[in-house]
Antibody, heavy 119, light 107 residues
Framework: EMQLVESGGTLIQPGGSLTLSCAAS????????MSWVRQAPGKGLEWVSV???????YYADSVKGRFTISRDNSKNTVSLQMNSLRAEDTALYYC?????????????WGQGTVVTVSS | SYVLTQPPSLSVALGQTATITCGGD??????VHWYQQKPGQAPVRVVY???DRPSGMPERLSGSNSGDTATLTISRVEAGDEADYYC??????????FGTGTKVTVL
């Protein structure tokens, strides 16, 4: 069974750094595109970052320069390094697999990990 | 950046039809995907590529895309359809874009 399990979310002070991890099973992250999507409390979905099969990475303007997505093929994991965290980064962070056909969409989601940025 | 606008809420009687719109500039030139999210759960893809359904998704859910509006239609609404629904496109300048979301309430 294909599955994504996120971890690493916690309460952290503004300005701090945190790394989220997404463990994949049932498929290889090296063969696909992987993404992070977040959802602030009571709000809608917001795309955060994507890493393409070839290793190219892209970010939402709201996190560009602060967040870094990476992939560890040997561990079959995807990570999100978050620096200079702000209160507005508080959200449930989902890891999602991207299906690339004629367009791009999310076909597999984890259950998410909660990041709270507060003093 | 590309913007997708959805009505914040929609109420529909049991057994009736729910029509959820997703507005975007010339959205018909893009491919639209739809997700359902129930409270406390991760989103689930319900329609992709404008109108295709994932395996196991009931035929009651259908999608279309024309002009500046994409539409998710839920026929014969059931209590289990009560959820938030999001449209999504990929845009070459904005990458992945989600709609603002629509909360569907079943009466």
């Amino acid at each position: 069974e294909m599955q994504l399990v996120e971890s690493g979310g916690t309460l952290i002070q503004p300005g701090g750094s945190l790394t989220l991890s997404c463990a994949a099973s049932g498929f290889n992250v090296s063969n696909t595109y992987m993404s992070w999507v977040r959802q602030a409390p009571g709000k809608g979905l917001e795309w955060v970052s994507v890493i393409y099969r070839g290793g190219a990475t892209y970010y939402a303007d709201s996190v560009k320069g602060r967040f870094t997505i990476s992939r560890d093929n040997s561990k079959n994991t995807v990570s999100l390094q978050m620096n200079s965290l702000r209160a507005e980064d508080t959200a449930l962070y989902y890891c999602a697999r991207v299906m690339a056909t004629s367009s791009y969409y999310f076909d597999l989601w984890g259950q998410g990990t909660v990041v709270t940025v507060s003093s | 950046s590309y913007v997708l606008t959805q009505p914040p809420s929609l109420s529909v009687a049991l057994g009736q039809t729910a029509t959820i719109t997703c507005g975007g500039d010339d959205i018909e030139t893009k491919t639209v995907h739809w997700y359902q999210q129930k409270p406390g759960q991760a989103p689930v893809r319900v329609v992709y590529a404008d109108g295709d359904r994932p395996s196991g998704m009931p035929e009651r859910l259908s999608g279309s895309n024309s002009g500046d509006t994409a539409t998710l239609t839920i026929s014969r609404v059931e209590a289990g359809d009560e959820a938030d629904y999001y449209c999504q496109v990929w845009d070459s300048r904005s990458d992945f874009v989600f709609g603002t979301g629509t909360k569907v309430t079943v009466l």
